[in-house]
């Protein structure tokens, strides 16, 4: 196979894999996470997951690892947690 189409392929193939723990590290962004059973959310610190997990560790796959802190629930659903405006966040008291 041609250089040319190898490198076209290595780009296709990384823009089709999922974020990893080093990806964010490397922008400086943290995962952020959300309980699907009650709207809990938090965001989880990438050098800490990256210390239990490693740095080659998809984020899409991290919440199944997780529980959630406030009803201890697995089912919980982690995503980098890009900055935007207006972000809304469930609020419980």
């Given at each position: 196979?041609?250089?040319?189409?190898d490198?076209?392929?290595?780009?296709?193939?990384?823009?089709?894999?999922?974020?990893?723990?080093?990806?964010?590290?490397r922008?400086g962004?943290?995962?952020?996470?959300?309980?699907?059973?009650?709207?809990?959310?938090?965001?989880?610190?990438?050098?800490?997951?990256?210390?239990?997990?490693?740095?080659?560790?998809?984020?899409?796959?991290?919440?199944t690892?997780?529980?959630?802190?406030?009803?201890?629930?697995?089912?919980?659903?982690t995503?980098?947690a890009?900055?935007?405006?207006?972000?809304v966040?469930?609020?419980?008291?």
């Open positions: 196979m041609g250089r040319f189409k490198k076209a392929l290595q780009r296709d193939e990384q823009r089709s894999r999922p974020a990893t723990l080093a990806d964010l590290a922008a962004i943290g995962v952020f996470c959300w309980c699907n059973r009650c709207g809990h959310n938090a965001e989880a610190a990438t050098a800490m997951l990256i210390s239990q997990l490693g740095p080659d560790y998809p984020v899409p796959e991290i919440g690892r997780m529980r959630c802190s406030a009803c201890a629930s697995k089912d919980i659903a995503r980098p890009w900055p935007s405006r207006d972000q966040i469930a609020r419980h008291s």
